[in-house]
C-alpha cells in the first residue's frame, strides 16, 4: 500500500475546514488543515442558527464559543424599510424545542477559535500556505503547497476542499454548477460603531430590513460593533451607476426605518463588496475528494444558514470518508451521489425560504404577525436552522409554501403595499 505524509489534507481553515478536520483527526486519522491566510482574518458571516450549536457541541468547541464573550441572539427581526410593518421571530417559540438561543459571532475570533480546536485535537494547521495545485495518484491526491518560502509538495489518501468561495485551482469536479434559479445578486457591506440596538434580549437579534428590491442586514457583533450589509440585484446596482458605499448611504439615508437604526453611526474600515455568491457545484464528491461548505455551494444570506450548513457538511463529509478510509477503498459512485443528495435536500429548504423572501405576496405571508394554519412555530423552527423536516414542519413548512402561492391570486394575508417605498434605483446618480 501506498504511504502517504497525511491521511487527509483539509483545503482551508474556515468553519468547514476546522470542523471537518476536528472530526477526521478525532476518528484518529492524521489530518493536515493548510489555511492560505494568516488567522485571526476578516470573514463576513457572523449570524449562528441555534440548530447548529449541536454541531459545535459535538466538537467540544461550544463551551469555548459561550465562553468567548460573543452577542447571545434569541431572534432576528424583520421589518420594512419605511417602517410600516415589522415582525420579531422569537426562537423559543420554535416548534421544536432547544432551539432558543444561539451566537452573534464576530468570525475573525471565532474561524480561529474553531481552527485553534483542530489544532488542539491533533490536527497540523499550516496557516499562509496556499495549496496550488492538486493531482490525482494511487490511492490519493499529491498537492503543492506555496508559503513565502517558496513551494512544498505532499501527499494525504483524501482530499477534503474547504477552501470557500475562492476557487483557487481548477478542479474538474469544481466547475459544473446546478442552475441558479435567482437573479444575480451583490452584498455591500462594513463593521460600524454606534448602530442603535433595541432593550433586552432582542438587543443581539439579527435585524432584517426589507426594501421593495433589496434589503439590511444589522448583525451586533460585539458591545460596540455592528456588521451591516445591503443586498441588491447586480442589474439594479449597475442601474444606479454609484460608488458602493454612496449607494449603500443613500439607500440608509431614503429609509426611515435605516436613518433612525443608523444615526449617529460610523463604519470602521472600508466598504466590502461581495457578489456572485449564489451557487451549487452539480457533484460535491468522487474518489478520494469532498467539498465541503461553501466549496460546495451557497445560495443566500438572508436566513444565516452558510456557517450551519459549513458545520452539517463537514461532519457528513468527515463521517463518510473515515468509513471509507477503514474499509481501505475510496469513496463509491453511490456514496457520492447520496452526500451530494444529503447536502442539497438540507440546502434547499434554505433555498425554498429564501424564494419566499424574495417574492413579495410571500414575505407578506411570512411578516403576517399570525399566519394561517398554526404554520408560524414550524417556519420559527426553519429560520432557528431545523432543516430537518420532520413531520410536524414538514406539512407545516409545505401548506406555508402553498399558501405564499395561492397569496399570488387570492390574498389570505393582508398584501404589503410596495408602492410608494424607495427602491435601490429612484434617481442615478452621474458616473465619476
Ligand atoms: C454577504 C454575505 C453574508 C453572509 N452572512 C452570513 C451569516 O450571517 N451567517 C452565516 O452563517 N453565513 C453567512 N454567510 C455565509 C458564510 O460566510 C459562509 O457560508 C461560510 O464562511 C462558509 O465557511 P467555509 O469554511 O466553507 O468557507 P470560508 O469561511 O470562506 O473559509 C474558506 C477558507 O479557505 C481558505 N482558502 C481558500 N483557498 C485556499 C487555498 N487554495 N489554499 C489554502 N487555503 C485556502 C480561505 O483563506 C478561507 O479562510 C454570508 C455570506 C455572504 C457572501
Not at 489534507?9 to 492524521?30: D, E, K, Y
Not at 432543516?387 to 399558501?403: D, E, G, H, K, N
Request: charge should be positive.
Amino acid at each position: 500500500m501506498t504511504i502517504h505524509d497525511y491521511d487527509v489534507l483539509v483545503i482551508g481553515g474556515g468553519p468547514a475546514g476546522s470542523n471537518a478536520a476536528w472530526r477526521t483527526q478525532n476518528a484518529g486519522l492524521r489530518t493536515l488543515v493548510v489555511e492560505k491566510e494568516a488567522f485571526p482574518r476578516f470573514r463576513i458571516g457572523e449570524s449562528l442558527l441555534p440548530h447548529g450549536n449541536a454541531l459545535l457541541r459535538e466538537t467540544g468547541v461550544w463551551p469555548k464559543l459561550e465562553n468567548a464573550g460573543f452577542i447571545e441572539k434569541y431572534g432576528a427581526s424583520f421589518l420594512l424599510s419605511n417602517g410600516a410593518a415589522s415582525k420579531e421571530v422569537v426562537f423559543s417559540q420554535a416548534i421544536v424545542p432547544g432551539l432558543d438561543k444561539t451566537l452573534q459571532v464576530d468570525r475573525a475570533r471565532f474561524d480561529a477559535i474553531l481552527l485553534d480546536h483542530a489544532r488542539e485535537a491533533g490536527a497540523e494547521v499550516r496557516t499562509r500556505t496556499s495549496v496550488r495545485s492538486l493531482s490525482i495518484e494511487a490511492e490519493g491526491h499529491r498537492a503543492t503547497l506555496e508559503t513565502a518560502d517558496g513551494t512544498v509538495d505532499v501527499s494525504a489518501r483524501w482530499i477534503i476542499d474547504a477552501s470557500g468561495r475562492d476557487h483557487l485551482f481548477p478542479v474538474e469536479l469544481k466547475r459544473a454548477l446546478d442552475p441558479s434559479e435567482q437573479p444575480r445578486r451583490v452584498a455591500i457591506y462594513n463593521h460600524f460603531r454606534g448602530v442603535s440596538r433595541a432593550l433586552g434580549k432582542a438587543a443581539g437579534n439579527t435585524v432584517i430590513v426589507r426594501l421593495p428590491d433589496g434589503w439590511f442586514w444589522i448583525i451586533p457583533i460585539d458591545a460596540e460593533r455592528t456588521s451591516v450589509g445591503f443586498v441588491t440585484t447586480a442589474a439594479a446596482m449597475r442601474a444606479t451607476r454609484a460608488e458602493p458605499a454612496d449607494l449603500f448611504n443613500r439607500t440608509v439615508a431614503d429609509s426611515p426605518a435605516l436613518s433612525q437604526l443608523m444615526a449617529g453611526s460610523a463604519p470602521v474600515m472600508d466598504f466590502h463588496v461581495t457578489g456572485d455568491y449564489s451557487y451549487f457545484r452539480q457533484r460535491l464528491a468522487a474518489g478520494r475528494l469532498v467539498l465541503v461548505g461553501d466549496a460546495g455551494g451557497f445560495f443566500d444570506p438572508i436566513f444565516s444558514s452558510g456557517v450551519y450548513m459549513a458545520a452539517y457538511s463537514a461532519k457528513l463529509a468527515a463521517e463518510m470518508v473515515v468509513r471509507a478510509h477503514r474499509g481501505k477503498r475510496a469513496l463509491s459512485p453511490r456514496e457520492c451521489r447520496r452526500y451530494s443528495a444529503h447536502v442539497k435536500a438540507h440546502a434547499s429548504v434554505f433555498k425554498k425560504l429564501i424564494a419566499s423572501f424574495y417574492d413579495n405576496d410571500s414575505f407578506a405571508v411570512f411578516m403576517c404577525a399570525q399566519p394561517p394554519f398554526t404554520l408560524g412555530p414550524a417556519i420559527t423552527a426553519i429560520v432557528a436552522g431545523h432543516a430537518t423536516l420532520t413531520w410536524p414542519i414538514r406539512w407545516r413548512f409545505y401548506v406555508f409554501l402553498l399558501v405564499c402561492r395561492l397569496q399570488r391570486r387570492f390574498p389570505l394575508v393582508p398584501r404589503i403595499d410596495f408602492a410608494g417605498m424607495e427602491t435601490v434605483a429612484p434617481q442615478p446618480v452621474p458616473a465619476r
